[in-house]
Structures are given as structure tokens and as C-alpha cells.
């Protein structure tokens, strides 16, 4: 009787993991990236104009590197900043050629079809000059990014092998995701929500439609809250939403099926990663959310940031070195 | 040249009936080279006359804008080599040329039987002179040309491989001359570069001229990956059921990292670098998710010296510290073998002929290029006295360092080269200068022949198998013989009819 043969068991190398990781958080920032900035063009060019394009350098921490370079914020040199500047680790840039630097990394891993998108979009990025970020042509190049991040998406969507490394590049999205989210809430809550306790303060609406539609939940939101808007309820649905595609919980949530995944089906044990999780996870809910409005908020936030950034080092730290 | 009763004027004017007043071809005139198109003097292929009459009816805008389009493809799809200088990393194509090589059914089959043969000796020889050296004791090759050869390898002295197969990867760089005939000009017994553009080249044929292609019976290149996954399972240690073979890159720096990511994922297995293997109780592992995990065959494309700090350079961070150790002990197995280089050396590949009639009694099925040993007395007399027509090469030495092309000398550099000669003729071989084949290439000024050579890919673990075809390089500048892709060298898909 014929023995039946073993499957062929395939392995993923560690470092892979880790790029895959890697690869879908560099292309994520690109799209949010974008975002901030097309609607900041876009939706906030009311009173106070160089606060609004300060709040990116303080979304991302920049502020020291960005004054470095520039006596000013402004549509031209925050664009430059951010579009341009490739010595700038935070710009699009410098996201692409790191993303391109991974997809080398993974080729063999990665089809052929990621592969090339990512490499055109990465000339496509390095061509771009100060021609293209003058407000005539502002906007075109945030949705060429936007158009160019989501067709990264789309095509991994439909054509990466959904084997482990699969797994590792999904996680790494929602990660970045969730992270992202936080960002934007907390520099534009800082800067919208009055300064003291009473959340419910008269904010300007048009404020409020940009933070939302920054994150795309614009429409969303007005779904679910059409009679206004209410600091704590934004701050809710940003977090807590449950089928807001960008929510942080939505986003958490989704990575821990991705590690649970690699858990039962490949058998990779990352007790510190789910535990962490698990922990934030349920820290997102509309109740708690509710209790930490106000000043109480952001250091909630950088705390969600400090975690994420411990969820990844706990998922690469298992197999790493 | 009279050639089979056709005279070189004759075919000229048959061909030009053909060449339609507005058709690419037009103009084309390869004079007194061997044109792999027309052939003359052979009673034309079919498939090669209805691929001759499509390019014709072709107008050269067409043929601009597919390579145009070709060349797009190219860097859209990073089918680059990466050129370092300075501070900045340039991604470069080598450049396709879209008209095809075509070898005939016959003349695969020399090459074919050929390119096994010279495998089967290079093999036979490399087994030889890590053990009994019996071609050295019995003068065939001087001894001192291969034990004090750079490439000869102290650690390989009485070590078994599988199958006695040193050379598992063999890239053949082939010519073909004046008359037709093909010969080698060099074996590439290390880690032959290439074989990506092989299979890249047809899918870029297929994707931009497959109206050229239309019913002609071309054999595929497709099954390269299979071919070598088996034979690397093959060499893998025994009673290993399902062997997990990886090929080992230098990284995403290294020039030839397209090839490398094409192996990996024609053969379906990891492509690693040094850093992802770690030797531990004499055997290979790669560091994967789940953590440790045996690797059986490592096909290596990383040079004998950086491959294990403790057996060579010890500076190297590309290798792997004690894989050779684990080599030695049957642990894994390596593709190529350390120590083949001194088989593709220069000064070896002159005795080549003689080594193939040594250990298989066999004349060779694809003769050398015409090369002369001036250690040997009627050889350095004629090398003198024709110097002036002559290439003369140094053998320890790589990289035309060294090297006299007698036409392009001046008197005083005849003279100092020839008191070179003279000094040291051990180190010296000499070779007629070719007059390579050309192939109708898409230049400037239209379809104008262009010289071309051939590197076919032999992949050996219990047996040989060469791919249906091969890197057909071109030199894309007039005139020139170098085919380098570093010095304007581009390369042509190549077509081998089926029977």
C-alpha cells in the first residue's frame, strides 16, 4: 500500500515576516499621508492657516525636524517637507523607497504584479518635483498617492498567496492603521477641543469635517450621528466604531484574527502580542471612551501608541535573533 | 565567397527581392559575416524564410515603438541590474533586442551533445585533480598550472561530491566564426549569470512581437526552475525525503539580485542571504517563523571566498560561518562545488580538448576556438611571427589585463610584448581574432547586423540537461565584438526550432 505523502511543508523565513510587516505599514502611511494632506488643502484653509498645515509636523512628531528646514508652515513647505524631501524619513519619500526596499527584499515571496505596481509608483514618487506641489497641482498629487496606495491594496487584495506571510503583511496593516488613526485624533483633538473638560463646546463644524474626512469617515459618521457634531461621539467613532474601516478597535481587532490565525494554523506561538492585544483591544469600547473625553484623551492616546509599537516589536521579537 | 553553389552576391539579391521596399530589412547587409538570418550558402529553414518575410513586412515605426514598449516593460518590471557609483544606485536594463536568434533543430543538436560532453569532462577533471591528479601525472595538463592555480582549492583534495558533480550550473559561452562554425570561447563553471534573461526574453518576445511568433515551433524555456529544483534535490545528503533546497544572495545590493529572486521563484524555495542560515550540530538551518528549520541543498550564488568566514576569507559577512565544515561532514550539499574555478580558468580551457579525448576518447563535439599554448615551442614560434594578427592573453591573469590584440597594436607595443612572450611564454596562450556571426539588430539607422555569441545553460546533478537556448548577447555598437553588458552589450531572446 502506498504510503501518502507527506504535504511539503513550507517555511517562511523571519526576516520575510518582518518585511511583509513592513512593506504594508510603509505603503499605509503613504495613503495617510495623502489624506492629511488633501484635506488640509482642501478643507481647512479657513482663519488660522499655518496652524492647520502645523497640525502635520505634529501629527507625526516633526516639529523640531520641520523647523529645521522651514521658518514657516505653509501649503508650499509642509508639501515639501512631506512630498519631496527624501531626506525627510517621514515623507512619502522616503516611505516609498522603503516599501520598494522591502517588495526587493520579498520578491520572490511577493507576485509579480505588487512587485511591479510598486515599482512604477516609486518612479512615479521620485519624479515628482516643486512644480507638482504648487496649488494648481496640490490636490492631483495627493489622489495620484491615494490612487497609487489603493491600487497597492487592491492588488494584494487579489492576487497575494494567502499563506502566513499573508498573515504578517495584514497585520502589519492594521497596525499602521490603528496607529495612524491615533495620530490624527489626538493632534486634532488637542487643537479643536476647547481647553477644559466641557467636550461639548461650540466647535467649528467645518473642523470637524476635516478630522473625519482625513480619515475617510466623513459620510460615515454623519450616518450615524445626523444631528451633529459632539467631541465625545467623534472620539468614539474613531476608536470604538466597530465597522468604521479605519477605527482603532476595528483595526485591532482584525490584526488579532491575523495572529490567532498563525496561531491555530501554522501553530506560532506570540503569547505577549495576543495578550497585549486582547488587553487594548478592550480598552476600545464607547463606555471607556466616554470617561477618558477630554483632557484625560490624549495621554490615552500616546499610551494606544506606545502599545502598538510594543505589539510589533512583540510579533517580530519572537522569531527575530 | 562560393559557399554550396550559391554565390554571397547571389543570396544578396534573393534576399533583397524579399526585402520589401518599406520593410525594416531594408538596407541590410551583413557582407562577409555569417549572418544567423540568411544563412548563406544553406538551404534556407522554413521557419526561418516565413520569419524573415514577416520582419520584411514589418515597418521599422512598428519595430521602434514594440522596443520602445520592451524597454518600458523592462524597468516597470525591475528586470535591472543595479549599477553603483558614488552616492547613487542606478537601475539599469540591459538592453532587448526584439529580433530574434534562431538555431536550426541540427545545429541545437551540436550544441546540445556538446555542451553535455564538456560538462561530462569538466566533471571528470575537476574529480581527477582532487584525487588521483592521474591528466597531471600523465602530462596531459602541467601540473603546476592546476595545483598552483588560484581557483585550485587546498580543502577539496580527496573530498566525494554526489554524483562526482562539481559543476552543477555550467553557462558555455559560445561563438560562432566566419564559416559557420561554432565554438567555445569560454566555460563559466563558477556561478554562470543569465539564465533570468533567458526566460524573461521569451516572455518579453511573447509579449510584444507574438505576431512574429504565430505557429512557429519554438521550444519552450519554461521548465528551467523544475529542472534545477530536481537536480538540487538530487545532490541533496541521502535519505532525505522531501529536501528543502534555498538559494543563498548576497542581498538586494548585488548586481544580479533580478537573477537570483528568479531562481528562488522558479524553483519555489527561500531565497536567503548568509545571515538567515545558521550552522548548528554540524548541520544547516535557516531561521524561519517558526524557528529553526534543516536546509539539504543550498544553491549558492555567492563566490567560494565569502561563503564561510572559517574556511576563507574571514572578513566575509556574506557567508555562513562553519557551512563548509558541514559540507565536508555530508550535512547539506552545495551548488556549484567550491573549487571549480580552476576549471573555467583561461590557461585550463586551452587544454580542453585534449581533456574531453583523455577521459572519454572523444574528439570534441564543439571545438575551441583555435588556441595555442605558448609553453609549447611550435606554438610560440608561430605566436611570434604572426603577432600581429593575433589575441594574446595571459592566463593567471582576469579581465583583458594583460592582453594584446596584434591588429590594433602599434610596432613599439609589438616589440614590448613580444620581449614579454619571450620572458615567461608559460604564461602566455594566443588566438586568432574572430569574426563573430552577426544578427539582424534594430539600430539607429535601421536593422543592421550586429555580432552576437550564445551562452547555453547546462544544469548536471545525476545527469545533464541543457536548455533549449541560451543568452544570445549582441554588441549594440557598430563595428564592435564586445558583447558585455557592462561595455553596450545587449542580449535577444533565442529560439530554438522544435524538430
Not at chain 1, 495613503?31 to 488633501?38: G, H, T, W
Not at chain 1, 469600547?285 to 516589536?313: M, W
Not at chain 2, 544572495?249 to 537570483?260: R, T
Not at chain 2, 582576469?398 to 602599434?410: D, E, F, M, N, V
Request: net charge negative; with cysteine; hydrophobic share 40%.
Amino acid at each position: 500500500m502506498n504510503a501518502i505523502a507527506k504535504p511539503h511543508k513550507v517555511h517562511l523565513i523571519a526576516r520575510h515576516a518582518e518585511g511583509m510587516i513592513w512593506l504594508a505599514r510603509y505603503m499605509e502611511r503613504i495613503e495617510n499621508m495623502a489624506r492629511i494632506l488633501d484635506v488640509t488643502n482642501t478643507f481647512a484653509r479657513d482663519a488660522d492657516d499655518t496652524r492647520n498645515w502645523l497640525s502635520i509636523p505634529r501629527i507625526n512628531g516633526d516639529l523640531a525636524e520641520f523647523y529645521k528646514k522651514h521658518p514657516e508652515a505653509t501649503q508650499l513647505t509642509v508639501g515639501e517637507f512631506y512630498l519631496l524631501d527624501s531626506d525627510n524619513y517621514t515623507s512619502v519619500q522616503a516611505f516609498i523607497a522603503a516599501a520598494r526596499e522591502n517588495a526587493r527584499t520579498l520578491r520572490a515571496l511577493i507576485p509579480t504584479e505588487m512587485w511591479l505596481q510598486i515599482n512604477v509608483f516609486h518612479g512615479r514618487i521620485r519624479a515628482l518635483t516643486v512644480a507638482d506641489i504648487t496649488p494648481g497641482h496640490f490636490t492631483a498629487v495627493c489622489a495620484m498617492l491615494k490612487d497609487g496606495a489603493q491600487a497597492h491594496t487592491g492588488i494584494t487584495e487579489g492576487t497575494l498567496y494567502r499563506d502566513q506571510a499573508w498573515h504578517f503583511y495584514m497585520i502589519g496593516r492594521y497596525l499602521e492603521r490603528a496607529d495612524q488613526t491615533t495620530r490624527l485624533l489626538d493632534t486634532r483633538f488637542h487643537s479643536l477641543a476647547p481647553q477644559s473638560d466641557a467636550v461639548d463646546a461650540d466647535i467649528d463644524a467645518g473642523q470637524w469635517n476635516a478630522l473625519l474626512r482625513a480619515a475617510a469617515g466623513y459620510h460615515a459618521y454623519r450616518r450615524e450621528h445626523p444631528s451633529g457634531y459632539n467631541a465625545q461621539e467623534v472620539a468614539s467613532f474613531l476608536l470604538a466604531n466597530t465597522a468604521f474601516p479605519r477605527s482603532v478597535g476595528l483595526n485591532l481587532a482584525q490584526a488579532e484574527w491575523h495572529l490567532t490565525q498563525l496561531r491555530t494554523r501554522y501553530f506560532l506561538r506570540m503569547p505577549a502580542a495576543l495578550e497585549r492585544l486582547d488587553a487594548l483591544n478592550g480598552m476600545m469600547t464607547h463606555q471607556n471612551v466616554a470617561e477618558l473625553a477630554g483632557r484625560k484623551l490624549s495621554p490615552f492616546l500616546d499610551y494606544v501608541q506606545r502599545e502598538i509599537g510594543s505589539l510589533h516589536q512583540d510579533i517580530v521579537g519572537t522569531f527575530g535573533g | 565567397m562560393p559557399v554550396g553553389g550559391m554565390s554571397q552576391t547571389q543570396v544578396q539579391s534573393q534576399l533583397q527581392a524579399q526585402l520589401q521596399p518599406h520593410g525594416s530589412m531594408q538596407g541590410y547587409d551583413p557582407g562577409s559575416f555569417f549572418c544567423e538570418m540568411l544563412r548563406p550558402g544553406e538551404p534556407q529553414h522554413p521557419t526561418l524564410t516565413l520569419l524573415l518575410s514577416r520582419l520584411a513586412s514589418l515597418p521599422i515605426e512598428s519595430l521602434r515603438r514594440r522596443a520602445r514598449d520592451a524597454e518600458r516593460d523592462l524597468l516597470d518590471r525591475g528586470i535591472t541590474f543595479t549599477v553603483y557609483s558614488d552616492a547613487t544606485a542606478i537601475d539599469r536594463i540591459l538592453p532587448f533586442d526584439l529580433i530574434p536568434r534562431v538555431i536550426t533543430p541540427g545545429e541545437w543538436h551540436q550544441i546540445e551533445t556538446g555542451v553535455i560532453q564538456r560538462v561530462r569532462a569538466l566533471n571528470m577533471f575537476l574529480y581527477d585533480i582532487y584525487h588521483e591528479r592521474k591528466i597531471l601525472k600523465d602530462g596531459i595538463v602541467p601540473a603546476d598550472l592546476v595545483l598552483k592555480n588560484a581557483g585550485y582549492c587546498q580543502a577539496m583534495v580527496g573530498f566525494d561530491v554526489p554524483f562526482n558533480t562539481y559543476v552543477h550550473v555550467c553557462g558555455t559561452d559560445i561563438v560562432r566564426d566566419e564559416t559557420g562554425t561554432f565554438r567555445v570561447l569560454e566555460d563559466n563553471a563558477r556561478t554562470p549569470s543569465g539564465v533570468a534573461y533567458v526566460v524573461e526574453n521569451r516572455h518579453m518576445s511573447l509579449r510584444v512581437m507574438s505576431d512574429l511568433m504565430t505557429s512557429l515551433r519554438v521550444r519552450g524555456v519554461d521548465e528551467y526552475g523544475l529542472r534545477l529544483h530536481n537536480a538540487m534535490a538530487e545532490i541533496a545528503p541521502a535519505g532525505v525525503e522531501d529536501p528543502q533546497v534555498v538559494v543563498l544572495s548576497p542581498g538586494i545590493f548585488n548586481s544580479a539580485y533580478f537573477e537570483h529572486v528568479f531562481l528562488a521563484r522558479e524553483m519555489g524555495v527561500p531565497l536567503v542571504e548568509g545571515r538567515d542560515l545558521t550552522v548548528e550540530g554540524g548541520k544547516v538551518w535557516m531561521r524561519t517563523t517558526s524557528g529553526l528549520a534543516q536546509v539539504h541543498t543550498i544553491y549558492r550564488r555567492i563566490g567560494d571566498d565569502f561563503l564561510d568566514p572559517d574556511a576563507f576569507n574571514p572578513d566575509s559577512m556574506l557567508g555562513v560561518r562553519g557551512l563548509i565544515e558541514a559540507w565536508r561532514r555530508g550535512q547539506v550539499a552545495i551548488a556549484n562545488a567550491v573549487g571549480t574555478g580552476v576549471a573555467d580558468d583561461k590557461a585550463i580551457y586551452a587544454y580542453m580538448p585534449r581533456i574531453i579525448k583523455y577521459y572519454l576518447s572523444e574528439e570534441a563535439i564543439l571545438p575551441n576556438v583555435d588556441t595555442r599554448i605558448c609553453a609549447e615551442p611550435d606554438a610560440l614560434a608561430y605566436t611570434l611571427d604572426h603577432l600581429h594578427e593575433l589575441v594574446v592573453k595571459p592566463v593567471a591573469e582576469s579581465g583583458g589585463y594583460g592582453l594584446l590584440i596584434g591588429p590594433h597594436a602599434s610596432k613599439t607595443e609589438l616589440s614590448e610584448f613580444r620581449a614579454l612572450l619571450k620572458a615567461d611564454p608559460a604564461n602566455y596562450i594566443s588566438q586568432p581574432t574572430l569574426k563573430l556571426s552577426v544578427s539582424p539588430t534594430l539600430c539607429p539607422d535601421g536593422v543592421r547586423p550586429r555580432h552576437i555569441d550564445l551562452r547555453p545553460f547546462a544544469v548536471t546533478g545525476k545527469d545533464t540537461w541543457v536548455l533549449p537556448g541560451g543568452l544570445t548577447r549582441v554588441a549594440l555598437r557598430a563595428g564592435t565584438l564586445v558583447v558585455n553588458s557592462s561595455q553596450g552589450g545587449g542580449s535577444k531572446d533565442t529560439w530554438v526550432l522544435a524538430e
